[in-house]
C-alpha cells in the first residue's frame, strides 16, 4: 500500500490510459477487477454516451474505475455533470485545467487526477485541489508534451507535495521500477493494455503494434500545436508530407491539416485499416510481444516490478 492506493483504494498503483474509442467498459472493468485502476475514456462523446459506459462498467465489476475527461471536448461540461450523478470515483483530466468543476466534483466526492505536461501545470493544479497529478512524459502514445518521463518526473516530484503518477514509456516491471526511483507513487500504462484480451480495438490494431519495433513511432500534429505519437504507416507518411508543405507557407493551411486527421483513429480502432489510419502508441510498443489478459499483465508487471525493488 501507498498513497496512491490508499487514494484510490486500489489494490496495486496501476492505472489504464484514458485512450479515445479504446478504453471503454471492457477494458477499464477488467482492469478494475484485477487490482488496477480502469479508466474510461471520454473522447469526444456525449454525455449520454459516457452515462451508458459507466452504467455498463459498473455491471461488470464493483471496484473503484475512473473516467477520463478531455477539457477541450464541447461535450465537458455534460461529461462532468454525467460523472456527479453516476458515483463515478476517480476522474482525470487532460487538455485544460479541471479548476470550473472543482467545486462540483468535491461535492459529489471525486478524487481528480489531471495529467500534466510541465511543472508549472503540476503546481497549478495542486493548487485547484487536485488529488494527485499523472506526469505524462512524451514517450506516450497519443497526445503528447515536449519533456520526456525521465525528465519530467522527478521535477514535478520535487515541485508538488501530493502524489505523482509517472507515464509514458512503462509498459514492465523495470519500467515501474525505474519511475518508482524517480519518485513516482504509481504508473498509468495504455500501449500494453492495447493487447490485452479483454480490450476492444481491432484485431489489425493489436498485431500492429505488437510488430513495431523501436524506431517504428512517429509525431504528427507539431504545425497544429497538437503533437500526436502514433506508429509509422502510409497515413502517416502522408500526414507528414502535408505538414512539411503547409510550413513552406506564409500562412499554414491549419484547417486542412486537421481536417486529414479527422476520424482517423476511429478508422484504425473500429475498421482495422492500420495503413489508412492512425495507430496510437508509444515508444514502448515494441516491448509488447504478446496479448493477455489484464489480469497476467498486472500481475507481470507487478511480479517483476516488486522483485527489482525489494
Not at 98 to 121: D, L
Amino acid at each position: 500500500m501507498n498513497r496512491i492506493c490508499e487514494l484510490l483504494g486500489i489494490e496495486y498503483p496501476i492505472l489504464q490510459g484514458g485512450m479515445a474509442w479504446i478504453s471503454e467498459a471492457n477494458l477499464a472493468a477488467a482492469v478494475s477487477n484485477a487490482g488496477g485502476l480502469g479508466i474510461v475514456a471520454a473522447g469526444n462523446a456525449l454525455g449520454d454516451v459516457i452515462r451508458a459506459e459507466i452504467r455498463k462498467t459498473k455491471e461488470l465489476t464493483d471496484k473503484p474505475f475512473g473516467v477520463n475527461i478531455m477539457l477541450l471536448s464541447l461535450h465537458a461540461d455534460e461529461i462532468a455533470r454525467a460523472c456527479c450523478e453516476e458515483g463515478v470515483k476517480v476522474v482525470t483530466t487532460g487538455a485544460g485545467t479541471p479548476a470550473k468543476y472543482m467545486e462540483m466534483f468535491k461535492a459529489a466526492g471525486i478524487i481528480v487526477i489531471p495529467v500534466v505536461p510541465s511543472v508549472a501545470i503540476a503546481k497549478m493544479m495542486e493548487k485547484v485541489g487536485a488529488h494527485a497529478v499523472i506526469a505524462e512524459g512524451m514517450e506516450a502514445g497519443g497526445h503528447i508534451g515536449k519533456l520526456t518521463t525521465m525528465c519530467l518526473v522527478p521535477q514535478v516530484v520535487d515541485a508538488v507535495n501530493i502524489p505523482v503518477i509517472a507515464a509514458g514509456g512503462i509498459a514492465d516491471g523495470r519500467g515501474a521500477a525505474a519511475a518508482h526511483m524517480l519518485g513516482a507513487e504509481g504508473f498509468q500504462l495504455g500501449t500494453c493494455f492495447l493487447v490485452a484480451n479483454e480490450c476492444i480495438v481491432h484485431e489489425n490494431y493489436k498485431k500492429f503494434v505488437i510488430k513495431a519495433k523501436d524506431i517504428d513511432s512517429v509525431i504528427t500534429g507539431n504545425i497544429t500545436g497538437h503533437p500526436v505519437r502514433s506508429l509509422r504507416n502510409k497515413f502517416t507518411t502522408a500526414f507528414l508530407e502535408l505538414e512539411k508543405q503547409e510550413a513552406k507557407k506564409d500562412e499554414p493551411d491549419i484547417a486542412k491539416i486537421e481536417e486529414m486527421g479527422m476520424g482517423a483513429l476511429r478508422r484504425a480502432v473500429i475498421e482495422g485499416d492500420v495503413q489508412g489510419g492512425t495507430v496510437m502508441a508509444g515508444q514502448i510498443a515494441a516491448l509488447v510481444k504478446e496479448e493477455q489478459t489484464a489480469a497476467e499483465i498486472i500481475t507481470k508487471i507487478w511480479s517483476d516490478y516488486r522483485g527489482l525493488i525489494g
